[in-house]
T-cell receptor, first 113, second 109 residues
Framework: DTAVSQTPKYLVTQMGNDKSIKCEQNLGHDTMYWYKQDSKKFLKIMFSYNNKELIINETVPNRFSPKSPDKAHLNLHINSLELGDSAVYFC????????????FGPGTRLTVL | GEDVEQSLFLSVREGDSSVINCTYTDSSSTYLYWYKQEPGAGLQLLTYIFSNMDMKQDQRLTVLLNKKDKHLSLRIADTQTGDSAIYFCADGSDDKIIFGKGTRLHILP
């Protein structure tokens, strides 16, 4: 059973398109995160949701909009994709409380042409 | 498959040095990382070391890498209460990054 899953695993698209990446966790966690991994493999947090409410929103362009239909899902929608959006995006989840272990999804490699 | 292992808990007295250890299995690692997770926050990159280096020092932090034994350690000198957090070791190679389960550092007064 996959604990944190992301779809798709690979996404190749043209500049200017709108795309979504889905994340689901079956761990019963209350908190979910989106990270962007840059070219040096550094993870930078983008968003965090707790029980469907946004609690962390780092400096991310407005073109990125997280959507949490329920606490097991946190989807990332990106409008008007740009070349610089090409990266690997990781979803993660943890129990509420802030200092609990995070479980990561396998990542989605987004390539913008 | 590749794996990253680290102990789950560490308790250290304030002012002492903390040493958090990590072992990994991937032979093709490019970078090895230490991330810190404070309460209510996401992961923040603390420091990293390129795989052809043995040591990296950054203020109170010292990273040691033994590539032969695939062992990475993070030493925090003069540990403060603000260092209380979970520390994740991670192994980056090619297109993937693999995280350990995190070591919870508890500071004793």
């Amino acid at each position: 059973d996959t604990a944190v899953s992301q779809t798709p695993k690979y996404l190749v698209t043209q500049m200017g398109n709108d795309k979504s990446i889905k994340c689901e966790q079956n761990l019963g966690h209350d908190t979910m995160y989106w990270y962007k991994q840059d070219s040096k493999k550094f993870l930078k947090i983008m968003f965090s949701y707790n029980n469907k409410e946004l609690i962390i929103n780092e400096t991310v362009p407005n073109r990125f909009s997280p959507k949490s239909p329920d606490k097991a899902h946190l989807n990332l929608h990106i409008n008007s994709l740009e070349l610089g959006d090409s990266a690997v995006y990781f979803c993660a989840s943890s129990q509420a409380g802030g200092d609990n272990e995070q479980f990561f999804g396998p990542g989605t490699r987004l390539t913008v042409l | 498959g590749e794996d990253v292992e680290q102990s789950l808990f560490l308790s250290v007295r304030e002012g002492d040095s903390s040493v958090i250890n990590c072992t990994y299995t991937d032979s093709s690692s490019t970078y090895l990382y230490w991330y810190k997770q404070e309460p209510g926050a996401g992961l923040q990159l603390l420091t990293y070391i390129f795989s052809n280096m043995d040591m990296k020092q950054d203020q109170r932090l010292t990273v040691l890498l033994n590539k032969k034994d695939k062992h990475l350690s993070l030493r925090i000198a003069d540990t403060q209460t603000g260092d209380s957090a979970i520390y994740f070791c991670a192994d980056g190679s090619d297109d993937k990054i693999i995280f350990g389960k995190g070591t919870r550092l508890h500071i004793l007064p």
